[in-house]
């Protein structure tokens, strides 16, 4: 097996006094999409965040393809190309859709063009909203918005915290499509949702977090007919 | 007619003054919400550096010198005294605030030994001119020419260059601003580089209308032009500018009429009045809390 993108090992984080993540391991492989599922208060964004540099961990690392990159800056870990699409989208609502692009390149010096067709390509509808300000766009369209901007940073590992949040299961269908195509072109895609019947479905391995805890781990189709998952998570 | 001519172009010139600082107050709060209640000080402080370095060298090479130094001024308080704070509540900081405001007047007396400074006659500026037949100083028909390509640049600089874009992203979401990469700490120093920079910019026409430079020489035209930032709608600059233009003007109406003793009394009215009636200012943003 191939040296994973990214190697957590016995990752504790404290979120507002308490321990939210209490010694978590897992690896992402390179090129394959990973998810963390679980429910509220899990430590699934706990994690992410943490990987993305907006939170220092108490103990424990994050390896990118064997560099400790734990406890840098965010923009340290952006310029690395591990980026995060937040949770809630989060897009710059005055500014237009262009500029949102722009600015998720905002580290980089050379043309952007080539990024930006790429970008429209995945998303049309961003380009016919190009001069449009980010908040006028619908929820979906923002989640675009999101995803592409995270885009213009030319991630290696794209992470992305609960992108289904709020949105009609029709335009999900889509996000994960996207995220599947995205996941082709050869970016690996840590994903954490509370959707777990759709992350598993597109994921190649998925972790199962509880309380803090990592409980369970497997592909994305074993998980799917496990049957403490099935009820804990699939509503079945 | 000329008395009015001569009123409206002091009005102004004072306005244009008054911007000057405002803008450092409106920048700041739009990406702290902070009010920096030591940015009138570092304007006095502007005035006195410029008293002392003119007594020892030209007017030529003291000038950009006070704008260097007040320019790190600016950059050095932020560092030392908000940095630390940056995770902490909102009122320390402001406390912070409060607390170099008083530490740059005490300096400032300290170094002039509370004895009123005489402020340098600047060339040209300080010059008799005649305009539409009311005599005044060239100060007064530059101010309003220097504020407005001041501002033109300004609303370049954050509608079309990178550290504009980043500085409309900070100001609204800290967090999302990290992730694209952007050093918060670096946008928020700029931002106090800029606001300083202006106000030195403005002590220079100031103080050149007044024959002494004292410690607290800042107050007064701090806190107006922070109540012109208010009104015009805190966070913004056009804002700002205009606020500051209407109260520097209105201000010297009045005090050529009788009721001059109540011309200071007029621009906290004022303040009171917006705070109770439109408390956003004319351009502020609705919701002025951070989500």
């Not at chain 2, 170094?111 to 340098?120: D, E, L, N, S, V």
């Not at chain 2, 032009?225 to 500018?241: C, D, L, M, Q």
């Amino acid at each position: 097996m191939r040296e994973p993108i990214l190697k957590i090992s016995d990752l504790k984080v404290n979120y507002g006094g308490i321990e939210a993540v209490k010694g978590i391991s897992f690896d992402v492989p390179e090129g394959e999409i990973v998810t963390l599922i679980g429910s509220n208060g899990a430590g699934k964004s706990s994690t992410l965040r943490t990987i993305a540099g907006l939170v220092k961990p108490v103990s424990g690392s994050v390896a990118l393809q064997g560099e400790d990159i734990t406890g840098k800056d965010p923009d340290a870990i952006v310029a690395r190309g591990v980026t995060l699409v937040p949770e809630g989208r989060r897009i710059f609502p005055d500014m237009t859709v262009l500029e949102n692009l722009k600015i998720g390149a905002y580290l980089r010096k050379d043309d952007l063009t080539d990024d930006l067709d790429w970008v429209f390509s995945l998303f049309p509808r961003l380009k016919e909203r190009s001069w449009q300000a980010g908040g006028t766009l619908s929820g979906g369209e923002q989640q675009m918005l999101a995803v592409g901007r995270a885009l213009m940073s030319r991630p290696r590992l794209l992470m992305m915290d609960e992108p289904s949040l709020g949105l009609a299961p029709l335009v999900v269908r889509d996000i994960f499509s996207i995220i599947q195509e995205i996941n082709k072109q050869g970016v690996t895609i840590l994903l954490i949702e509370q959707n777990a019947n759709m992350a598993l479905k597109i994921a190649d391995i998925g972790y199962v977090l509880e309380t803090g805890r990592l409980i369970l781990s497997g592909t994305g189709a074993e998980l799917l007919v496990n049957e403490d998952i099935k009820k804990a998570y699939l509503g079945a | 007619m000329q008395f009015f001519v001569s009123q409206i172009l002091s009005g102004i010139s004072l306005g244009g003054q008054y911007a000057l600082i405002a803008i450092g107050y409106t920048m700041v709060y739009g990406i702290l919400r902070l009010i920096n209640f030591a940015h009138g000080d570092v304007f006095m402080c502007a005035g006195v550096m410029m008293v002392f370095m003119s007594a020892s060298m030209p007017i030529y090479a003291s000038i950009p010198l006070m704008l260097v130094l007040t320019v790190l001024l600016g950059f050095v308080i932020e560092r030392a005294a908000y940095k630390p704070l940056r995770t902490a509540p909102r009122m320390s900081v402001m406390i912070s605030a409060i607390g170099v405001s008083y530490l740059l007047q005490n300096l400032a007396l300290y170094a002039t030994g509370g004895q009123p400074q005489t402020y340098p006659t600047l060339p040209f500026i300080s010059n008799s001119v005649t305009i539409l037949g009311a005599p005044t100083h060239w100060v007064t028909v530059i101010t309003p020419v220097l504020v407005v390509l001041l501002v033109l640049a300004l609303q370049w600089l954050i509608n079309h260059t990178k550290i504009g874009m980043a500085m409309r992203a900070v100001a609204k979401d800290f967090e999302t601003s990290q992730l694209m990469g952007i050093k918060i700490n670096r946008v928020i120093s700029v931002t106090f580089i800029i606001g300083s920079f202006l106000a030195a910019v403005g002590s220079l026409l100031y103080f050149t209308n007044y024959p002494t430079v004292v410690p607290l020489s800042g107050a007064m035209p701090g806190l107006k032009a922070f109540v012109a930032a208010v009104f015009g709608g805190i966070g913004s600059i056009p804002g700002a500018v205009i606020g500051a233009f209407i109260i520097g003007i209105v201000e010297t109406l009045i005090k050529g009429t009788s009721y001059t003793v109540f011309s200071d009394a007029f621009t906290f009215a004022l303040l009171i009045i917006i705070l109770v009636v439109k408390p956003t200012g004319l351009f502020g943003e609705r919701a002025t809390d951070k989500v």
